[in-house]
C-alpha cells in the first residue's frame, strides 16, 4: 500500500498533485509520503503485537534526516552500519538504548563513539572484532552489549548481491561455530552477551528461508542458554521483499512474516528485533523525472530522460525492475508502445528499462518510477559531475525539500586544488 494514486486525471503525492511539485523543485526528484511511511511501520508493528519486540528501520534505505524524525517520533528504533549514521540517528532523536550496530568493519573509533554516546547492542560478525571491542570497551570502562550474528547457511532465494546468510557470503560466523565463539565472548573482558543475531539476506519474496533460518536460531538459542548464557534478544534482520511490479508480484505480509516468528521462536521468552528498511521505505517514494528526448532509433523508440544511473543505479546494479508510469493519467484505451527507458549518462548501463509499454510519450511529459524510497537517494552519486538531485517530503496537502539540489558550482566547490595548481 501506498498514498500516490491517480486522481482528477493526475497522480498525487498524497493531497499534493505530483506535476505541483516537479514544476516547483525542478525534476529529477525523489518524493517520499509521510502516510505510506507511518502506515509500513504499523503494519509490522501489529504483526508482532502480542510479542516483546523492537523496530529497528535499517537506515541504509533512506537515511535523510526529515526520514529519520519521522521514524523517531513513531517509536522505531534503528538499524546503523557507520558511525555516519549513528550519528544521524542522535540527531533525529533516537536514544542510544534503540540503536542496534550491525556491519562487519566496524572501526575502534567507531565503537568508541557508539560506547560513549550509549548503544543497545553491537551486532558481532567476527571473533577479531570481538576482540577488538573488548580492548576498546575495556579502556572505556564500559561494558559492550553484543549479540552475535551468524550465517546459517540458508538460501535466501534472492539476487545474488543482496542475499547474506550463505556460506560463502562475508557476514557472520558460522553457525557450526557459535559455541565457541560464545564461548570466547564470554570470556573476555567489558563485553556482555545478550543474545543471538541473524539476516540472511534483503528482498524477499518467500518465507520458507526465514522459517529455515529462525528454526536454526531457536535450537541455538536452546544450545546456548544450557551453555550458561544469557539469551533475552533475538535479532531477525529484515529483509521482507516489496511488490516491485504491481501486476505480477506478491510478497508475503508482514502478517504473515510474525506467523513465521511466532511458531518458530515465539516460545522462547526473547525479545525480538527486526530490522525492516526496504519494507517500510520502499513504496514511501518515487523518483519523478522529465522526458527529454523521444529518440527513434531502428528497431526500437528510446525515451531519454533527465534521471540518469547516477540518480536510481539499482536497475544498473541489480538488473531490478521499477513501475514506471506517467504523471498525467493515461486514457484507459490508450494504446501501448514499447520504449527503452534511459538516462543521458555516457554508459550503456543507463538504462532502467527495455521494451517497457508506455502510452505515447514524447519531451516534456512526466513520469514517475514506483518503489524508489529505498536505496534510490542514498546509493546515488555525481557521476558525469551531475548535482544530487532532490528530496520531497509530503505530508497531507503540504511538501518540504529535505535535501536541496546543489548548483553546480557548489558541487564544484568542494574540491581544493593545491596552491602549485592554482595558477
Same mark, same amino acid.
Given at each position: ?60 534505505? $533512506?537515511?535523510?534526516? @526529515? ?85 546459517? +547457511?540458508? +538460501? ?34 567489558? /563485553? ?25 536460531? @531457536? #535450537? ?89 544511473? $547516477? ?23 490508450? #494504446? ?45 552519486? #555525481?557521476? $558525469? ?7 520531497? /517530503? ?30
Amino acid at each position: 500500500m501506498d498514498h500516490f494514486n491517480y486522481r482528477d486525471g493526475q497522480l498525487f503525492a498524497e493531497d499534493v498533485p505530483v506535476a505541483e511539485i516537479a514544476r516547483a523543485v525542478g525534476t529529477p526528484v525523489y518524493i517520499y509520503s509521510t502516510a505510506t511511511f507511518a502506515r509500513h511501520f504499523q503494519v509490522f508493528d501489529e504483526a508482532l503485537a502480542g510479542m516483546d519486540h523492537l523496530i529497528c528501520y535499517a537506515m541504509k534505505a $533512506n537515511s535523510n534526516m @526529515a526520514v529519520l524524525r519521522v521514524m523517531a517520533r513513531l517509536g522505531a528504533g534503528m538499524d546503523v552500519v557507520s558511525i555516519g549514521e549513528y550519528q544521524r540517528a542522535r540527531l533525529a532523536g533516537v536514544p542510544g538504548e534503540k540503536i542496534v550496530f550491525s556491519g562487519v568493519g566496524k572501526t575502534a573509533e567507531e565503537m568508541r563513539i557508539a560506547l560513549e554516546g550509549g548503544i543497545r547492542q553491537f551486532n558481532v560478525e567476527s571473533e577479531p572484532e570481538m576482540e577488538r571491542l573488548s580492548r576498546v570497551a575495556t579502556e572505556l570502562g564500559k561494558i559492550a552489549p553484543i549479540t552475535v550474528r551468524v550465517n546459517p +547457511d540458508v +538460501d535466501a532465494k534472492t539476487h545474488a548481491k543482496i542475499a547474506t546468510g550463505k556460506s560463502e557470503n562475508k557476514f557472520g560466523i558460522p553457525i557450526s561455530r557459535a559455541r565457541e565463539v560464545y564461548a570466547r565472548a564470554a570470556e573476555l573482558p567489558s /563485553l556482555q552477551v545478550v543474545g543471538i543475531d541473524v539476516h540472511i539476506g534483503s528482498q524477499l519474496t518467500d518465507l520458507d528461508p526465514y522459517e529455515m533460518a529462525f528454526k536454526k536460531v @531457536a #535450537e541455538l538459542t536452546e544450545t546456548l542458554r544450557a551453555d550458561g548464557h544469557t539469551i533475552k534478544r533475538l535479532d531477525l534482520g529484515g529483509g521482507l521483499g516489496i511488490p516491485y511490479r504491481r501486476a505480477n508480484e506478491a510478497p508475503p505480509l508482514p502478517f504473515d512474516y510474525g506467523e513465521v516468528v511466532r511458531r518458530t521462536v515465539g516460545h522462547l521468552g526473547c525479545e525480538i528485533e527486526i530490522e525492516p528498511g526496504r519494507l517500510i521505505a520502499g513504496n514511501a517514494g518515487l523518483l519523478v523525472s522529465e522526458v527529454i528526448y523521444l529518440k527513434e532509433g531502428e528497431g526500437r523508440d528510446f525515451l531519454i530522460l533527465d534521471a540518469a544511473m $547516477n540518480d536510481l543505479i539499482r536497475p544498473a546494479m541489480y538488473e531490478a525492475w521499477h513501475d514506471i508510469i506517467p504523471v498525467i493519467e493515461p486514457d484507459v484505451a490508450a #494504446e501501448q508502445r514499447p520504449y527503452d527507458i534511459v538516462g543521458p549518462v555516457c554508459e550503456s548501463g543507463d538504462t532502467f528499462a527495455k521494451q517497457r509499454p508506455l502510452p505515447a510519450m514524447g519531451e516534456g511529459d512526466l513520469v514517475a518510477f514506483r518503489s524508489a524510497g529505498a536505496y534510490g537517494a542514498v546509493m546515488s552519486s #555525481e557521476y $558525469n559531475s551531475r548535482p544530487l538531485i532532490p528530496e520531497v /517530503l509530503v505530508d497531507g496537502d503540504r511538501f518540504a525539500v529535505i535535501r536541496p539540489r546543489p548548483s553546480v558550482q557548489e558541487m564544484i566547490d568542494r574540491d581544493v586544488v593545491p596552491e602549485w595548481l592554482a595558477e
